[in-house]
């Protein structure tokens, strides 16, 4: 006879509506698959009088949250709320009455994770945050349990289906932005505040808590440069386009491995990396042809070379198999009495920094507003001269009326500072309209060899 364990569910909208049905679905595969029954007892939401279709008995949905957290029947809390203020009070609240909880809110892991590991440890339990990046990837336990023999070389994530789908259908379809952001939320991809996924910092949760992971040192959400994709224009989606590149929102976590070996001959992985912004990729790399919805993370091991994880990064379903694979972990513990097995997250680098956006070094594509005469090409490139930065190619598109036209120049390798203080230069020009649209350009090269 399986153990049963007793779940009280926090939060029934887009993920916890589909958690239940997924559960219904699939529930006794599950039992049948570890020896215990996973049962959905009390379910928690604000509005009790919200049709949601569920089967489950209409009976067990309350609005009190707080009877759910400290009910001694409940063995595990499963948070699907969001937000950082109730859901965090939620979630300490279960941990100090001895559950276990779940959680899918990637905001308040990045904020806050440092606090609520360790509040679960105080109380022998354990926090599982599977679904909190890329939705139905396990990359969580593919960071901490699959690649634990390997020292993460470099890591690339597009990780917000919301603004995957919308670059992929302003490029693929020509819609608007507004237009697409609009399906995003009526799909159940977006955030309550959707600004939290157009303007970057959905991507910065998540890419802080796989940096975090991956290098061992807490990432809090400030400290990860964040540019989003609002006011992306398609202009410049066009042009990308016809020099083979695609544009995505992509998260960049890589350690400076051109720093010098120690003297006791280790090899520092700090600072690290860690950004956030409108990218464009060769479009024959494979991230370039992750679309809509779907996710993927690039993980380089120095021991295994490189992976790469895909799925569907938003949505109903695709979170609600990411919180079953915590329930199924967390079952496991409960049953094997084994909750610190996998901690939430170990700390092992106490030197970690993350790097400053000024040194930070790549190639960039600028597109400028120009006046059409004679000596303005020139005037462009002596300020970029002077900074030492160099231009690889550059075009004027053709069929522009009037003496203003666009002018496009892509760039090699340059810090950027360098570059902020070109832009402040090439701004002033009279001969330069508005302001210059500035994109990182990211060319996946073969990393160094480096001697051992
Ligand atoms: P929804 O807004 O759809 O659902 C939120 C739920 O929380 C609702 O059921 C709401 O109740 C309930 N709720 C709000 N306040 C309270 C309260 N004080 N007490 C009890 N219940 C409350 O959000 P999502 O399901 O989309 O997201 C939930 C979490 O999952 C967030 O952290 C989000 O970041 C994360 N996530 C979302 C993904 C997605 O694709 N949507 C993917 C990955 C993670 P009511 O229904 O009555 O309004
Ligand atoms: N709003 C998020 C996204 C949900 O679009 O990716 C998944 O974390």
Same mark, same amino acid.
């Given at each position: ?7 009280? !569910?926090?939060?029934?909208?887009? +993920?916890?509506?589909?958690? #239940? %049905?997924? &559960? /219904?679905? $699939?529930?006794? =595969?599950?039992?049948?698959? !570890?020896?215990?029954?996973?049962? +959905?007892?009390?379910?928690? #939401? %604000?509005? &009790? /009088?919200? $049709?949601?279709? =569920? ?398």
């Amino acid at each position: 006879m399986a153990e049963k364990v007793s779940v009280g !569910l926090i939060g029934c909208g887009v +993920v916890g509506g589909g958690l #239940v %049905r997924a &559960l /219904s679905r $699939n529930g006794a =595969l599950m039992a049948s698959r !570890l020896g215990a029954q996973i049962s +959905v007892e009390r379910i928690a #939401v %604000r509005d &009790l /009088s919200k $049709n949601r279709d =569920l089967p489950v008995e209409p009976a067990i949905f309350t609005t009190d949250w707080m009877s759910i957290a400290t009910d001694p029947a409940i063995h595990l809390v499963v948070e699907l709320v969001g937000g950082t203020d109730t859901a965090r009070e939620m979630i300490l609240t279960a941990l100090r009455h001895g559950k276990s909880v779940i959680t899918a809110n990637k905001a308040l892991i990045c904020e806050y994770g440092e606090e609520l590991f360790e509040e679960a440890e105080k109380n022998g339990v354990n926090l599982y945050y599977e679904a909190s990046v890329a939705g139905g990837i396990p990359i969580i336990k593919a960071l901490r349990e699959g690649l634990i023999g390997n020292r993460v070389q470099r890591l690339y994530g597009i990780l917000n289906g919301t603004c995957n789908y919308i670059l992929t259908q302003m490029k693929n379809k020509g819609w608007d932005f507004d237009y697409a952001l609009a399906e995003a939320q009526r799909l159940g991809y977006a955030e309550a505040d959707p600004a939290l996924d157009v303007d970057g910092h959905d991507t910065a949760h998540k890419a802080g808590i796989l940096a975090s992971l991956s290098y061992g040192f807490w990432v809090r959400p400030d400290q990860v440069h964040t540019e989003g994709i609002r006011g992306l224009d398609i202009l410049d989606i066009q042009f990308a386009a016809r020099m083979g590149y695609t544009f995505k929102l992509l998260a960049m976590v890589k350690p400076n491995l051109a720093a010098p070996v120690s003297q006791n001959g280790a090899r520092p992985f700090s600072p690290v990396q860690v950004t956030v912004f409108p990218t464009l990729l060769p479009e024959d790399h494979v991230l370039a042809n992750v679309n809509g919805v779907f996710n993927a993370v690039f993980v380089q091991g120095d021991v295994v070379g490189e992976t790469l994880y895909y799925g569907p990064g938003a949505g109903a379903d695709a979170t609600a198999s990411a919180v079953l694979s915590d329930l199924a972990d967390a079952a496991l513990d409960i049953k094997c009495d084994s909750a610190g097995r996998v901690p939430a997250f170990t700390p092992h680098e106490e030197d970690g920094e993350v790097q400053d956006i000024d040194s930070v070094v790549c190639p960039f594509y600028l597109r400028l507003q120009v006046m059409d005469r004679p000596g303005t090409m020139a005037n462009i490139a002596s300020i970029l001269g002077d900074l030492n930065i160099g231009i690889s190619s550059m075009f004027q598109p053709e069929g522009h009326e009037g003496d203003r036209v666009p002018l496009v120049l892509m760039i090699h390798d340059a810090r950027h500072d360098a570059m902020r203080e070109a832009l402040k230069k090439i701004g002033q020009l009279d001969v330069v309209f508005g302001d210059p649209v500035m994109i990182r350009v990211e060319p996946f090269d073969p990393l160094p060899v480096l001697a051992d």
